[in-house]
């Protein structure tokens, strides 16, 4: 069993990715460098603690790493100020100190909340990601974006702080519900997409069997997906700049996960490949990627049983123009009123466009939306 790993070069913060099968068997001899002492918290969920807690509890048994599961309800509502108040307690009861070592273990809502609370209990405890979705495994538990979700919005409330180390155990997504691999196979897409038309035509060939779960596809496209990520993100860890590429086709999709409400009626994922299929086609409205490319990028997309036009939805959501339009301009990469959008240039090459012209993106959305 080949154990790939990538390093996310920051300095005095950089960190391991591994990526392989039966890491959770091995996570105590993992951890044990990085632990002051032989304890640690776990956070997960109660599907997680279900599906592979035991797996996990081994590797640690096996190393004699003292250990607690703090098991908090599936769902993106945990990820709030309230469970966050009573996350941070329950550690500090458990006698978390700072040099201790916190490991957040399930997909993105349990890696961003645990990471916050990492950040900030005792002014900032070290942590690691132990990501069990495939959205987590190529995109969430890596680059170390934390956050809470509040009335105001999906992760207004957060801190950059990067995991110590990374375990990416792709047997974990052996019991993952199918439509949720497939989901964050849009997050792999985007890779492809945005920095390396190679890899997206490796994704044309061998994305179905990734997705069905050959173990050698699925360890490629977790490190490719890794990788692209980690070269990003050691260039400009706090989004500065380049690191907004990564929100290829998010502007578009949140605009949509927003107006269902964030439900399970279309997950993050779906949303991106939407998104990223919007971008492709508003790519091709301002003459900056041939048509044939938006083409062959979406008909992958579809292949793989992502929508990619806003007629694959469900019925039941306020998805007028000017609705989605009013919902992008919540975006974070509004500045001073004006949209930034990333857009693709060729596949394997995307472009941040400043000033987008909102009339404009609201006037497309409306032949979009025209049914
Ligand atoms: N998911 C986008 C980022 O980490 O920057």
């Known amino acids: ?5 990538v390093r996310v070069a920051l300095g005095a913060r950089a960190y391991d990715i591994h990526i392989g099968e039966g890491l959770l068997e091995r996570a105590g001899a993992f951890l044990a460098p990085l632990l002051h002492r032989p304890r640690v918290v776990i956070v997960t969920d109660e599907n997680v603690a279900a599906a592979q807690g035991a797996r996990l509890k081994s590797g640690l048994e096996k190393a004699a790493i003292d250990h607690e599961f703090v098991v908090l309800t599936p769902g993106e509502e945990t990820k709030s100020f309230n469970q966050l108040e009573a996350l941070t307690g329950r550690l500090l009861d458990l006698g978390v100190e700072r040099r201790d070592l916190i490991v957040a273990f399930g997909g993105g809502m349990i890696g961003d909340l645990a990471g916050f609370a990492a950040a900030i209990l005792r002014r900032g405890c070290r942590f690691a990601q132990l990501p069990t979705t495939l959205l987590a495994q190529v995109d969430s538990a890596v680059g170390g974006k934390t956050a809470i979700n509040t009335a105001q919005g999906k992760n207004l409330i957060g801190a950059f702080h990067q995991p110590a180390l990374v375990l990416a155990d792709i047997e974990a997504l052996e019991t993952l519900p199918e439509r949720e691999l497939r989901a964050g196979y849009a997050e792999v897409v985007k890779y492809g997409l945005i ?3 190679d890899f997206f035509a490796w994704l044309e060939t061998n994305g179905a069997a990734l997705i069905a779960g050959d173990a050698d596809a699925r360890r490629h496209g977790v490190k490719t997906s890794c990788a692209a990520k980690a070269a990003v993100v050691s260039a400009d860890e706090t989004e500065q700049n380049t690191r907004a590429l990564l929100n290829f086709g998010h502007t578009f999709g949140h605009a949509f996960e927003a107006a269902y409400g964030y439900s399970d009626r279309l997950l993050h994922g779906e ?3 939407l998104g990223m299929s919007l971008a492709l086609d508003y790519s091709v409205r301002r003459g900056l990627l041939p048509g044939d490319k938006a083409e062959r990028a979406k008909a992958h997309l579809k292949a793989v049983g992502l ?9 039941g959501a306020d998805i007028s123009s000017g609705k989605l339009a009013e919902l992008m301009m919540q975006d974070k990469k509004v500045e001073s009123g004006r949209l930034t959008l990333i857009l693709a240039r060729n596949i394997g090459e995307a472009a941040i466009v400043k000033d987008a012209p909102v009339g ?4 497309f959305l409306k032949q979009k939306t025209a049914r």
């Open 1 to 5: 069993m080949s154990v790939e790993c």
């Open 195 to 197: 920095a390396d038309a």
């Open 360 to 363: 404009d993106i609201e006037d």
């Open 271 to 273: 949303a991106v490949a």
């Open 307 to 315: 929508p990619v036009s806003i007629a694959d939805l469900k019925p």
